[in-house]
């Protein structure tokens, strides 16, 4: 896990190190980060906007086949994948976005771990001295040695300037991981204090979030209902709680991370729904579905005046496209037969056929 983390933490490194550079501060650094992020996969997130715009617009179809094969589901499912086909859906193209969370998530857990690697950058055999003195000292052995050596640092500073110089420790003393009175670098805990604040915001806003984007969008309510939906489920049930847990296992830094994103995400998600807003897409496909049924209809069967032979009276009667085609026809061969002196020849149903 830490080979992945540092994988993704590399190039995320650099970028935190960027905002830590301008501003000075972690825990802005950190808004300023998440912000960052947020804008680099903003094309990503127009994507699947786009994608909830077209199944929104599936929307009556969909509803046609459930009730046409509500009963039968493995042919409904079929008949779905037909139509996700001919409208070039791909259901699982929410999934994305979401996925594409995780590898900036290990990235920044690394990064938060390793503030002496990715925004003081340290040489690494500098690091590994105060790492082996923070140990040596009694410090436990943990994920984040990194850490608890500017933990040491700050509560005992000779021994690392013996071994560093006071150059090296007080560029190490320069960073600041607290961001209003929260030290970012410790992890929160059940124990009544101020930083089990950071989980339950976490928590609570990516619930939040999901129940706005839940709201705007119908069509996510038939994924999950045919279970095609893996954006639906993963942002109903399991994000909100994956947060949570999550942010009591990590450092407060990654849990901060979450509720900015969740927040940046919310106004997001606002600014994309008044230029593609599913739930009107929806509406809109609704009515046209609605139109072209009527259209269809109105073609199907036609009111026309029928004159009766023997009275001569004139009557309006209900036809169907089949009678007026039979009507059509027989009217044509009978003039065709005044024409040309030809025997006139009843209408078929297989005339009608061909």
């Known amino acids: 896990m ?12 650099w970028l935190m190190w960027l905002c830590y550079k301008i501003v000075s501060n972690y825990g802005i650094a950190l808004i ?16 699947q906007q786009k994608s ?28 779905m994948l037909k139509l996700y086909d001919e409208e070039k859906y791909n259901p699982m193209s929410g999934c994305l976005p979401m996925l594409i969370q995780f590898p900036i998530l290990f990235g920044l857990i690394d990064v938060i771990y390793k503030p002496m690697t990715h925004i003081l950058r340290i ?3 500098v690091i590994k001295l105060a790492t082996d003195i923070a140990t040596n000292n009694g410090s436990i052995m943990s994920y984040s040695p990194q850490l608890l050596a500017i933990q040491g640092i700050s509560q005992n500073p000779q021994p690392y300037i013996d071994a560093m110089g006071a150059d090296v420790v007080s560029h190490i003393q320069s960073l600041n991981l607290s961001f209003f009175g929260l030290d970012l670098s410790q992890t929160p805990t059940l124990a009544l204090n101020v930083l089990i604040i950071i989980p339950i915001l976490s928590g609570l806003t990516s619930f939040l979030f999901t129940m706005l984007t839940m709201k705007t969008n119908p069509s996510m309510q038939q994924q999950q209902g045919t279970g095609t939906g893996c954006m639906t489920k993963v942002m109903q049930y399991i994000m909100p ?7 009591f296992q990590v450092p407060a830094g990654v849990g901060m991370y979450w509720i900015f994103s969740n927040v940046f995400s919310t106004f997001q998600q606002i600014l994309l729904n008044k230029k593609y807003n599913p739930k009107i897409a929806a509406e809109e496909a609704e009515r046209e579905y609605e139109l072209q049924k009527k259209k269809k209809d109105k073609v199907k069967r036609q009111v026309v005046e029928v004159k009766e032979e023997k009275t001569g009276k004139v009557t309006e009667k209900t036809l169907t496209q089949k009678e007026i085609d039979r009507q ?18 009843e209408v078929t149903d297989d005339d009608l056929k061909s």
């Open 328 to 345: 059509r026809l027989a009217a044509a061969r009978k003039r065709d037969a005044e024409k040309y002196g030809e025997e006139y020849v």
């Open 2 to 13: 830490e080979f992945i983390n540092s994988i993704f933490g590399y190039p995320l490194g």
């Open 241 to 247: 709680i994956f947060s949570l847990v999550i942010a």
């Open 32 to 47: 300023i980060f998440t912000l960052l992020t947020k804008l680099i996969l903003f094309p990503l997130a127009i994507k």
């Open 52 to 79: 909830s715009l077209r199944m929104a617009r599936m929307q009556p179809k969909l509803e046609e086949l459930q009730k046409k094969y509500g009963k039968n589901k493995e042919k409904y499912n079929e008949e």
């Open 123 to 125: 040489p690494s055999d």
